[in-house]
């Protein structure tokens, strides 16, 4: 297995530039193929997880182009459903294009089948796939129950008011908004039980309406879609990652600092741009603002000498919420995240994979259904071996221990590909290492 091995850090310090948001780079890519009119987008996220999206609208009949040089593509929409009526799409393991995808597919009046890697065979779809068919979506599973790879066939239009589950991924939710224009009538969606991570709903509305279409929303249990065509905004921007932010803002604090992520700043539409407010409910400094070319956020390790633990409901921070668990090593006191039930049903179980990996530095953990508790250690365990379970926030994650001063090995590496491939370049920057071992 490929590794590289992080030496013993003493600091950081520096300026990082961020790449595109996963969340939004994806939405945006489709909306643009469905919008009528040509889209410039700019700054597109250049990782596995868009580069499964483009080729799979490619292969739906979606043409576009990246200018050359730059990560700023134009996208041709087709103004509905996708033209080409017949395609096998393999999606590997990104959620956010399988989950709107199989909506997209499921009213574009053709025959499709969508899989992905092993991994993505185990993520639970069974609440998207029931919420499609009460609006008259024609979808078979070809394994298991539940579960994909799917068979999609042209739908038998159904009236009426379509529930979705809520308590196990907003993707869900999002990939039903962004198809519902796709049914021509407007579209209803009630959403049955707590709805987790709504930052990432909010991120789709607010997409949504760039592109022409206001959603009406009651609160988190009841969605208008008014019957209406999307259209392109012409040009738009993809803000910097505000989950990829919390690694360097982390990295800040643990390492003194000042670090600064450039890319992202306090008017974000990422909830995860609040991950900054429980880096100061720990003991860090923060500040926003914005140069020429962009907002920022900066951290740095506050007037203590050392973080504090906190006790924290991070369902408003689902992905950055994993490096908190990781700074829980550097806090005082026990560390208690909780509403992290998705986890569960990520890229691998990430409260097991991080339980499991967090023991090997020492650390006391407690897991539940949907919570983990971290008591750090005395002293950190040098020379661990972390897996990373082939889910790329691991390994961000976890080279931050570096910074406490000991050696770590981190497992399969080029797992940051899929939303991030030069991580551990930026991180050595900003950590001053001339270089890392890998083999």
Not at 34 to 43: D, F, I, R
Not at 56 to 61: P, T, V
Not at 153 to 177: C, D, H, M, R, Y
Not at 389 to 410: N, Q, T
Request: aromatic fraction near 8%.
């Amino acid at each position: 297995m490929d590794y590289l091995d992080l030496p013993a850090l003493s600091g950081a310090r520096g300026t990082v530039r961020l790449p595109g948001s996963k969340s939004i780079s994806n939405r945006i890519l489709l909306l643009s193929a469905l919008a009528s009119g040509q889209t410039l987008v700019k700054g597109l996220l250049d990782s596995d997880d868009t580069r499964v999206m483009l080729d799979a609208l490619h292969r739906l009949g979606v043409d576009w182009q990246r200018i050359e040089g730059t990560d700023d593509y134009r996208v041709d929409g087709v103004g509905g459903p996708f033209p080409v009526k017949y395609a096998n799409l393999f999606l590997g393991n990104a959620g956010t294009a399988f989950r709107s995808l199989t909506a997209a597919c499921a009213f574009a009046h053709g025959d499709y089948t969508l899989s992905g890697v092993p991994r993505m065979h185990e993520r639970p779809i069974g609440d998207l796939v029931d919420a499609l068919r009460q609006a008259g979506a024609q979808i078979d599973y070809t394994e298991n129950d539940g579960f994909p790879p799917l068979h999609i066939a042209p739908p038998e239009p159904v009236e009426g008011e379509i529930g979705v589950k809520g308590n196990v991924s907003s993707q869900f939710l999002t990939g039903l908004l962004l198809a519902a224009p796709l049914l021509g009538r407007e579209v209803v969606i009630r959403v049955e039980g707590e709805l987790i991570s709504k930052p990432y709903v909010e991120i789709t509305l607010n997409l949504m309406q760039r592109y022409g279409i206001e959603v009406v929303r009651e609160g988190w249990q009841r969605f208008t879609v008014p019957v209406a065509t999307y259209r392109s905004p012409t040009e738009i921007l993809v803000e910097g990652d505000a989950s990829s932010a919390s690694y360097f803002l982390a990295a800040g604090a643990i390492g003194h600092g000042p670090v600064r992520v450039q890319g992202v700043g306090r008017d974000s539409i990422q909830g995860d741009v609040r991950f900054a407010e429980a880096l100061a409910r720990m003991g860090a400094e923060i500040g926003f603002g914005r140069d020429a070319s962009a907002e920022w956020i900066e951290c740095r390790l506050g007037c203590a000498d050392k973080l504090h633990a906190i006790d924290l409901d991070c369902n408003h921070i689902p992905d950055a919420a994993m490096t908190l668990a990781v700074l829980a090593l550097f806090a005082n006191g026990t560390t208690t995240l909780s509403n992290i039930a998705s986890w569960r049903v990520k890229e691998t179980d990430r409260i097991a994979a991080m339980a499991t990996e967090l023991r090997k530095l020492g650390a006391s953990v407690e897991e539940g259904r949907d919570f983990i508790r971290v008591t750090p250690p005395a002293k950190l365990t040098p020379n661990a071996q972390i897996d990373t379970y082939d889910d790329h926030r691991m390994a961000m994650c976890f080279s931050l221990v570096a910074l406490g001063g000991v050696p770590v090995r981190i497992n399969d590496p080029k797992c940051v590909a899929k939303t991030f491939p030069d991580y551990f370049e930026r991180f050595g920057a900003i950590t001053h290492a001339s270089s890392f071992r890998a083999s």
